[in-house]
Nanobody, 127 residues
Framework: QVQLVESGGGLVQAGGSLRLSCAAS????????LGWFRQAPGKEREFVAA????????HYADSVKGRFTISRDNAKNTVYLQMNSLKPEDTAVYYC????????????????????WGQGTQVTVSS
């Protein structure tokens, strides 16, 4: 089992920045690919960003490319999502997720590939 706990959400004005953190416990964190998803009210949960277990590869949704950065610190068992130039349409609950299998050197963009989820953290961007 992998337990994931997100933090860092909040209320920010458009153009501002936030850094989300996701702390992991349980299985060896460094062996798993990680991702961030978000879900706005009335919408499906959508992919935001992913990083492979090695940290060598990352991938972003087109809507956040150039504004968001995913990174991981295996020594701290934590994955981060740095969000800059935030827009009102970024408002959502943000979830981190871990691959259901270890050592897959591919970035995962679909929900079904992830086996472990955090409880989410709310991000609200005001205009």
């Amino acid at each position: 089992q992998v337990q994931l706990v997100e933090s860092g959400g909040g209320l920010v004005q458009a153009g501002g920045s936030l850094r989300l953190s996701c702390a992991a416990s349980g299985r060896t964190f460094s062996n798993y690919g990680l991702g961030w998803f978000r879900q706005a009210p009335g919408k499906e949960r959508e992919f935001v960003a992913a990083i492979t277990w090695s940290g060598m590869s990352t991938h972003y949704a087109d809507s956040v490319k150039g504004r968001f950065t995913i990174s991981r610190d295996n020594a701290k068992n934590t994955v981060y999502l740095q969000m800059n130039s935030l827009k009102p349409e970024d408002t959502a609950v943000y979830y981190c997720a871990a691959d259901r299998r270890p050592f897959r050197e591919v970035v995962l963009t679909t929900r079904g590939e992830y086996g472990y989820w955090g409880q989410g953290t709310q991000v609200t961007v005001s205009s």
